[in-house]
């Protein structure tokens, strides 16, 4: 330290909601040229803390201070005049503009000095620049909705660094990337660390953390539990901080009997994979891996009705079963927690009882096309208290449950149709270690009640520490079949999920 202010400076931040104190006199410090790493369980009060910094809310209590001097009120306008930019784990693209439209968005450049016009040359040539700073080679003309999710991502570092910005603030920004872009954006982060800008850096994943961080403060239920030097923390030390307690099952032991075929697939065919063939049992939690792209996912939503299959076979109970679309699938007791909770498993601006009781409405209707509000409430409240939902308001919205918490309400919509056969699509993806516990331990107790259980992951450790049996999938097709014992190991799990395990 050389005695200069840090950049950013919190003290005794404070946020009260109604019944909800979100943050809880809260101190953070970051420093010029640091990148500082944010941790919490979801609903620990990272978000809040994010908005406070940007001026979205204003605190209720303490003082913020940039580069020494305390602000007053302020917007999200004046966050970004003063240096502060955020980049979001919902990107905040407009997909049909062009990336050069984009990158100016309510900033564009004139034509000359013309005000209320704009130079789309101007915009084009500033955005090769821009672009070329951070090493993203397409043509700024191109509409943004052709890009990939790791291009989009280094489109908003590349608004931010133009617009001069001395701290970002990157929400969850490797959430949705293959490791090829997770490490190029990881050393784009070191370069801006050199160039001496500030990142507040807000992950899940502990080995991130420790990769790139400069220290490290944890949140929990909306208070800083303390600031520590990146050397000295240990992931345990971590986790024990996040949670209170220590998890000493990562992936927590179940005594769940395997019992007889639950589903079969043979030579199933759609537009991303072909000639796909396995079978899952009552008990049995069966692992898809594979890389991005080797069409785990689209496997499932041809299983479940969500996309049109071309060929083969879906066997329920040993009984051919036609699934054509997600009500057939529903109907024959088959559940689909999807990767995607914000746009495919949650109507975001409904309640929780609505969300958790919408495939099963029926069964709440104690005349035809008369919904029983009591009992459906009264069940929405039981099954969010065996999932510990947090907070336990079922006629709060959707989208103002944390990450972790909204997957909750994602699954408890699926247990209330008493389904057989679940798949789940990344279930832990984007939540903090004590929430990927409670949700190891909720796919438990359905094996345990003699469901049966189809898990995509890009986990490795996950799909180790969860499955039963592991089948590997590589360009759209399945490249072998492995049970979970010593024979399991990653480099085994890598050759067959690279197309090692083709003949």
Not at 23 to 39: A, Q, R, T, W, Y
Not at 71 to 94: D, K, P, T
Not at 308 to 336: C, K, Q, T, W
Request: glycine fraction near 12%; charged fraction near 25%; proline fraction near 3%.
């Amino acid at each position: 330290m050389d005695g200069s202010p840090p950049l950013l400076s919190l003290r005794g931040i404070s946020k009260l909601y109604p019944g909800v104190r979100a943050l809880d006199s809260v101190d953070l410090d970051i420093l010029p040229g640091e990148i500082h790493v944010l941790l919490g369980e979801n609903g620990a009060g990272k978000s809040t803390l994010i908005k406070t910094i940007l001026g979205i809310e204003a605190p209720n209590g303490g003082e913020i201070r940039w580069k020494g001097r305390r602000l007053g009120a302020y917007g999200i306008r004046e966050a970004y005049a003063m240096g502060i930019a955020a980049i979001y784990q919902e990107l905040n693209n407009v997909g049909c503009l062009s990336v050069a439209e984009n990158l100016y968005l309510g900033n564009e450049i004139p034509l000359g000095r013309l005000r209320g016009t704009v130079s789309p040359s101007r915009q084009r040539a500033a955005a090769r620049a821009a672009l070329a700073r951070v090493g993203l080679a397409v043509d700024p003309a191109i509409a943004v909705e052709r890009l990939g999710v790791g291009q989009k991502q280094l489109l908003e570092i590349a608004r931010a660094l133009d617009r001069k910005a001395e701290l970002v603030i990157m929400d969850e920004p490797t959430s949705s990337l293959s490791r090829s872009e997770i490490d190029q954006l990881l050393g784009l982060m070191a370069a801006m660390k050199a160039q001496g800008i500030a990142i507040l850096f807000i992950t899940h994943k502990l080995d991130e953390a420790k990769k790139i961080g400069d220290r490290v403060t944890v949140l929990k239920d909306g208070k800083k539990v303390g600031t520590l030097g990146i050397a000295e923390a240990d992931e345990e030390l971590i986790i024990k901080m996040m949670v209170g307690r220590k998890l000493e099952e990562k992936y927590p032991r179940r005594s769940a009997r395997i019992g007889a075929e639950a589903l079969r697939v043979e030579g199933l065919t759609g537009a991303r994979f072909r000639d796909v063939s396995f079978s899952v049992r009552s008990g049995e939690l069966l692992g898809l891996f594979g890389l991005v792209g080797a069409g785990r996912t689209e496997t499932l939503r041809g299983i479940f009705g969500a996309d049109r299959v071309a060929g083969g076979a879906i066997y329920l109970e040993g009984e051919l079963a036609r699934i054509e679309r997600p009500a057939d699938a529903i109907r024959r007791g088959v559940s689909f927690v999807t990767e995607n909770r914000k746009e495919e498993g949650l109507t975001l601006i409904h309640d929780v009882v609505e969300n958790a009781t919408l495939p099963s409405l029926g069964s709440f209707c104690s005349l035809p096309a008369v919904v029983d509000q009591g009992r459906r409430y009264a069940a929405t409240m039981d099954y969010g208290r065996r999932l510990n939902l947090r907070p336990l308001h079922v006629r709060k919205r959707a989208m103002d449950f944390s990450g972790g918490n909204q997957q909750k309400i994602v699954v408890e919509k699926w247990l209330m149709t008493g389904g057989k056969v679940f798949l789940f699509d990344e279930p832990t993806k984007g939540v903090d270690v004590g929430a990927k516990t409670e949700i190891y331990g909720i796919m438990n107790r359905l094996l345990e009640g003699g469901a049966a259980v189809i898990m995509v992951s890009s986990e490795m450790q996950e799909i180790l520490g969860m499955s039963d049996r592991i089948v590997t999938m590589y360009e759209g097709r399945v490249t072998g079949e492995i049970a979970n014992g010593p024979e399991a190991t990653q480099e085994r799990l890598l050759i067959m999920a690279t197309g090692g395990g083709l003949e």
